[in-house]
Every structure is written in C-alpha cells, then in structure tokens.
Nanobody
C-alpha cells in the first residue's frame, strides 16, 4: 500500500522556522519525484518545491515565492523528504501536502498538480504575525 505521511507542521511566529517531513512507503522511492504543495484557505493548491524533479540525480526546484527561504532534501535510506522552511511569513500559512510523481519529466511537473500519482493527507502550517 502506497503511503505518504507528512509531519512537522504547527504554529510559528513570523520569522521563525519549521521543518516538514514526508515519509514514503509502498513504492520505489528513487523512481519518483517528491513534491511539496500548499493550499491556503480560499486559494488553489500551488506547487512549492520538488526533488528528483527530472527523475534521478536529486535535482531540486523551488517556486519563486519560497526561493531562498525553503530547502528541500531527501534521505533515500529512510524514503523521507524534508522541507526546511525559514523566514516564515503569514503568507506561508496553509495546509502543506507532499506528493509523488513516477518518472517525472522536469520541474514543470510542479504546475501539473492533477497529474501527481500519490498524495499525503497534509499538515497545517500557521504563521502568526
């Protein structure tokens, strides 16, 4: 059974940091891109970052809104992807989801939200001002 389980969300003050984790199981981790998405109340889900976006090699990609503040990393031995989020602002408040995409063609997959194969249940991140 495929599972993606997010953890690490919570309440933090503006300027603070959080580290999200996505634990994957039930599929060959190295064959997939792992992406982070977020959805704020009343807004559409948007891509935040991905790793292994082009299939193999561990390349990373970030949305402009988080570039320089967020860092994605992968622990292949534990089939876990982390998203380190620094300099958080209230605009980062959202439910954060991780997802997996088999044989990804490149960073453009962050825009193809409906094509991702598997999704986690999400973790709430709330940044207070």
């Amino acid at each position: 059974e495929v599972q993606l389980v997010e953890s690490g969300g919570g309440l933090v003050q503006a300027g603070g940091s959080l580290r999200l984790s996505c634990a994957a199981s039930g599929f060959t981790f190295e064959d997939y891109a792992i992406g982070w998405f977020r959805q704020a109340p009343g807004k559409e889900r948007e891509g935040v970052s991905c790793i292994n976006c082009s299939g193999g090699g561990g390349d990373t990609y970030y949305a402009d809104s988080v570039k320089g503040r967020f860092a994605i990393s992968s622990d292949n031995a534990k089939s876990t992807v982390h998203l380190q989020m620094d300099s958080l602002s209230p605009e980062d408040t959202a439910v954060y989801y991780c997802a997996a995409y088999l044989h990804p063609p490149g960073p453009s997959i962050l825009l193809l939200i409906n094509l991702w194969d598997y999704w986690g249940q999400g973790t709430q991140v709330t940044v207070s001002s």
